[in-house]
């Protein structure tokens, strides 16, 4: 069971409101999105955060997870009355509705993760084949270590050749028949991982089965045991998990490791002298051809009388786009509709996730054109341009058309752009953080981190991901989090929208590192930053470590940390929080924390409050098993509170073994 330190804390959550004021549209904290609105108030333009009011009261049953539709002899809701009503037309009782519910959303998620990275795979292999000309192998150093992890002979071949056979093994973690784990997955576990992975019968041998293995399994007549639902549903978990390795490592083959790079965050990066176009989205696979096709169409645009092309990135595809290329994130999930309000946003190019159809009502009213790409993501009345890998410069050079003719159309009437921007520091992969921490120990760059923790100078490591959610305010929870974690000294990397937040608000700034960061963390960082000279600026105070698939690089950050101290992932001071947690993808991540052996916060609740032995498992059981567990807190001072415990008892346990191992000369301890 987890403990916390505090009595009042358990592992139900505080009574903190679920939802903040049902009936107030003002539901951001983000100052350029607070701007935005502010300029349009005038004419009473219908966003989210309006459609969020709309939608309140939400279903109580859907909320707590206890509406099945999962055939048509439904939606059968479960009452709290005894007798016929407490169960679903065919007997299904709530313990098995709320598990079929939760682990379809593992489901969803690791479909799209997977989907994602297939879409990498495809290109590299086509690129291969000799039909994807615009691409090429950016990092072969990425792919030799990504190789000898796969267990793929390096010595003497050709980079093409060791990428042909990383690909087949890809291909083959999607569909392999063959009882073997999942090869991206098991390349990089911890022995006891493993082990366990075995023993629980939850390792996955191929992603595609994970997926309908799942929707098989919690169809109408099939598995009505919630453990074993469960399970099932950690399993996907793991094959969204590799399906994230798959995405990250072979985007940084293609696309480059990303490195620290200085660049601004939020609406005002839009700029009224150019033609501005937002990516939106996902996939480099995409967004890196729109970087250099727009950088290739400079000419053009000047010719229409603009200065220039100034791309700029919304949600994932911003936060790709700004580690490997410095491109301005222009704003996150929840306000991806402002930039449109902007007015002099040319053209919004997307391809896959988290991307609102309402963006296409909203440009409607403005000159702005929205072009969708991908043959399973298309918004009616938006353009469509098929994004074919073979001609993928081409293609991206038609977008890049279509945005320099609608500049052209734009009214200058309509054109409101808030002035907030910040300056910020991004582009920390794991390889750029081993990088500064070499520069104190070349020999175990990461007992730097570990050391630092040993020591009491910093308290573990959280990694901040997830979306906005809001039925509380946008960022609020990404926020408060991380000033109650940096100001007790935990090291913060984050991904996703969580890094949108902090870049937006400036805290992924060196600037921001005086005012926030406890004394630890600041003589942490102080160390660093004089055994690296080289680095342009200080270091800020979250780092960013990219996009949602790229919560893998979290876990890599967690196993280096895990192997250094000897040790398996559960007793390792490292953390996850999704404080706005929404989307079907950070279900299956969470998931994957806590089968990994992390606590995971969670600030908004997912629809588990309907069995109390689903809630159980989830937040205590999970802990016996996996080592790790969900902390399900809607008050985020108090959620970071929870977390800092998990991180303070595994740091104490550390330091209470390694000194006994020490006094007696024995190997540390591992049964614990
Ligand atoms: O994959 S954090 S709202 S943009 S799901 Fe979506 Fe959530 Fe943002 Fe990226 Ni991740
Ligand atoms: Fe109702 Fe059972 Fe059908 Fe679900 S599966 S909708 S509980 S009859």
Redesign the pocket.
């Known amino acids: 069971m987890p403990r916390y330190r505090d009595l009042t804390h358990t592992a139900r959550p505080s009574d903190a409101p679920r939802v903040f004021e049902p009936k107030n549209p003002i539901r951001t904290t983000d100052p350029g999105a607070l701007q935005m609105l502010k300029m349009v108030e005038e004419q009473k333009i219908e966003t989210v955060f309006d459609r969020a009011v709309a939608q309140h009261p939400q279903c109580a049953f859907g909320y707590k997870g206890i509406c099945c539709r999962i055939c048509m002899a439904g939606p059968c809701r479960v009452k709290t009355e005894e007798g016929p009503g407490s169960r679903g037309l065919c007997g299904a009782s709530a313990y098995t509705i709320v598990s079929r519910n939760i682990v379809r959303l593992i489901a969803g998620g690791a479909a799209s993760h997977s989907e994602h990275a297939r879409h990498v795979l495809h290109t590299a292999h086509a690129m291969l084949e000799g039909h994807a000309p615009d691409y090429k192998i950016e990092s072969p150093a990425k792919l030799q270590k990504l190789a000898q992890d796969l267990g793929i002979a390096t010595l003497d071949r050709a980079d093409a050749d060791i990428l042909r056979d990383v690909v087949e093994v890809g291909y083959a973690d999607f569909g392999r028949y063959q009882d073997r784990p999942l090869a991206f997955l098991d390349s990089f576990l911890t022995e006891g991982r493993r082990k366990k992975f075995l023993a629980t019968n939850i390792m996955p041998t191929a992603i595609d089965k994970s997926v309908t293995e799942l929707i098989a399994q919690t169809a109408m007549g099939v598995d009505s045991d919630p453990v074993n639902i469960i399970f099932g549903g950690l399993k996907c978990s793991l094959a969204d998990l590799g399906g994230e390795y798959i995405g990250t490592k072979l985007s940084d083959v293609m696309f480059g490791i990303p490195q620290p790079i200085v660049s601004e965050a939020n609406l005002g990066v839009i700029n009224e002298k150019m033609v501005n176009i937002a990516a939106h989205g996902?996939n480099p696979v995409l967004s890196e051809m729109i970087v250099a096709a727009a950088r290739a169409m400079k000419d053009d645009a000047i010719a229409a009388g603009a200065e220039g092309v100034n791309v700029v990135g919304i949600?994932?595809t911003g936060?790709e786009l700004l580690m490997r290329e410095g491109v301005y994130m222009a704003t996150?999930?929840a306000s991806q509709e402002l930039a449109i309000l902007t007015g002099a946003l040319d053209a919004m190019v997307v391809d896959i996730?988290?991307i609102y159809p309402a963006v296409q009502t909203l440009a409607e009213c403005y000159h702005t054109k929205v072009i969708t790409t991908e043959a399973i993501m298309k918004i009616p009345n938006a353009q469509h341009i098929a994004f074919n890998t073979a001609t993928a410069l081409e293609d991206a050079k038609k977008v890049i058309g279509i945005a320099i003719k609608a500049f052209k159309n734009r009214d200058p009437k309509k054109v409101n752009i808030p002035s907030e921007k910040h300056s910020i520091v991004a582009g920390f992969s794991v390889e750029a953080l081993m990088e500064i921490f070499s520069k104190v120990n070349p020999d175990r760059p990461i007992s730097v981190l570990t050391d630092a923790i040993l020591s009491g100078q910093l308290k573990g490591v959280v990694l901040m991901?997830?979306?906005?959610n809001l039925r509380r305010p946008q960022d609020e929870g990404h926020v408060a989090v991380l000033k109650e974690l940096v100001k007790n000294d935990v090291f913060v990397v984050s991904?996703?929208?969580?890094s949108?937040a902090y870049a937006k608000f400036g805290l992924m700034s060196p600037l921001a590192v005086e005012e926030y960061a406890g004394e630890g963390l600041k003589s942490f960082f102080k160390m660093l930053e004089a055994a690296n000279p080289q680095l342009a600026t200080g270091l800020p105070l979250v780092f960013h470590c990219g996009?949602?698939?790229d919560n893998s690089r979290g876990m890599d950050l967690a196993i280096a940390m895990a192997n250094e101290l000897g040790v398996d992932t559960p007793k390792v001071p490292f953390a996850a929080s999704a404080p706005e947690?929404?989307?079907e993808?950070?279900v299956a991540i969470g998931s994957w924390c806590v089968t990994m052996g992390l606590p995971c916060h969670v600030g908004s609740m997912p629809p588990v409050e309907g069995s109390d032995l689903v809630y159980g498992v989830t937040t205590q059981i999970a802990h016996d098993v996996f080592g790790g567990n969900f902390i399900l807190e809607m008050d985020p001072v108090i959620g970071a509170r929870k977390i800092l415990d998990a991180l303070e008892y595994r740091s104490w346990k550390l330091n209470v073994h390694r000194k006994a191992a020490e006094k007696f000369e024995t190997s540390l301890a591992q049964g614990w």
């Open positions: 996902h949600c994932c936060n996150s999930s996730q988290c991901a997830g979306c906005n991904t996703g929208c969580s949108g996009s949602c698939v947690a929404m989307h993808k950070a």
